[in-house]
Every structure is written in C-alpha cells, then in structure tokens.
C-alpha cells in the first residue's frame, strides 16, 4: 500500500514550458486535491475532484489545469510556466465523509521556474 | 470568505514546559485538523476534531474544538526535542472538502 505517490520530487522548468505534475493514490479515495505551499503562506488549495470525471477550482487555480479520468490519478498541468508558480505542490487523498479520516498527503514535488 | 488564523507563528520553548497553539477560523465549520510537517517533508494528520466540545489526546499533544467560538487549541504539555516541528490548522469549508489552512506554526523545543 503506496498511499499517495506524487512524480516528480523535483523539477527546473523554464519560464513558458509546460508539465505534468502526477499524483496517484491506491486507497481507493473519492476526493483528491492539489495544494501549494509558499513559505508564510501555510497551503492553499489549487484544484479538487470529489470523483473521476468531476473537477472543482480551488482558491489558487490560475495557470493550472486538471482532469480526473481514474479514481486512482489526478494530474494537476502548467500550461505556460512563470516564476510565480515555483512552489512546493502537495497532492491529497480522502475517502468520502472525510470529517473521520482526514486527508492523506503525498511527499510533494518542489518546483522551480527559472 | 473563510480566513483561518493560527498564533504564535513562532515559537520557542524549553524542553519540559507546557505551551499552546490557538487556531481561530472565521465561519461555520464542524471539521478541523491539525497537521505536524517536519522540515522538507510531507504533512502528517495528527488530529480530525468534528464536532463542538471534541478532543483528542495523543501523548504530550492534546487539541480541542470549541465551534461556538470558532477556536481550536493545541496543547502541548511537557515539551520534548522531537516535537520540533511545524504544526498546521486546517478548516473544512462548510463540508465542501476544501481545506482552508492556517499559515502554521513553527514551533521549536530547546534542550
């Protein structure tokens, strides 16, 4: 049991390339999300999906796009990468009725745009 | 909007002493967690308070909800070194499953 698995760790990218951030979860969660973290700025939410095939903007979501195809894997895309979005992204899991569970995090993917 | 506020953002203890972390949050919610991140590492869940009155208990960590006032506290009793950490709030926005976080508190624990 994996739990939630986040590729890459690390990533460079120049400013106006594009990526796919991944993020796969084996616990059959319903809920995934995408969260940056900026220092000071405790973590705010990007993107959210309550099933496959149903997505929902966060509070951050410019710049980013997402689909959920799978239960399993929820990418979270940099369509034209600038500066401002070097940050390091989280990606979480929760099983419905989340208030017993919490959510389960993956290791992040820190991300530098140059 | 939802605004969750945590204090201090800093602090600085010594081993043995007793200290706590208030998380003040700005409308309804019946879901609230704390989350512990060490330096570099990922967030892990330490505690899910649901309901008014909750707490829970967790070795030298204790959290309770007071929803009524919109206040969570975590107390920490007793510090020790390896609760050196940074330690996050987190609102559920009216059972919308988006988290609202605190900006943390980096708490450190002297010998």
């Known amino acids: 049991n994996a739990g939630v698995t986040q590729t890459p760790k690390f990533q460079v990218l120049k400013t106006g390339q594009s990526m796919t951030l991944q993020c796969a979860q084996d616990?059959?969660?319903?809920?995934m999300s995408w969260y940056r973290q900026d220092p000071g700025m405790g973590l705010r939410l990007i993107h959210y999906?309550?099933?496959?095939?149903?997505?929902d903007q966060g509070e951050v979501p410019n710049g980013y796009n997402v689909s959920r195809s799978t239960t399993e894997d929820f990418p979270l895309r940099l369509l034209s990468a600038a500066p401002s979005q070097t940050s390091v992204y989280f990606c979480?899991?929760?099983?419905?009725?989340?208030?017993?569970?919490?959510?389960?995090f993956g290791s992040g993917t820190r991300l530098t745009v140059v | 909007e939802l605004k969750v506020e945590q204090n201090p953002l800093f602090l600085s203890m010594q081993e043995g002493k007793n200290y706590t972390i208030y998380c003040n949050y700005s409308?309804?919610?019946?879901?609230l967690y704390w989350y512990r991140q060490d330096p570099g590492k990922s967030l892990e869940s330490l505690f899910v308070?649901?309901?008014?009155?909750a707490v829970k208990q967790e070795g030298r960590l204790m959290a309770s909800l007071d929803t009524k006032a919109r206040l969570s506290t975590l107390h920490i009793t007793a510090a020790v070194h390896d609760l050196s950490a940074t330690y996050f709030c987190?609102?559920?926005?009216?059972?919308?499953?988006?988290?609202?976080f605190g900006k943390g508190t980096k708490l450190t624990v002297n010998p």
């Open positions: 979480a899991s929760s099983p419905a009725g989340t208030g017993y569970y919490g959510y389960t």
């Open positions: 616990m059959n969660h319903e809920y």
């Open positions: 999906s309550v099933g496959a095939g149903i997505t």
């Open positions: 409308t309804t919610s019946d879901r």
């Open positions: 308070l649901l309901s008014n009155g």
């Open positions: 987190a609102v559920d926005k009216g059972g919308s499953e988006k988290l609202v």
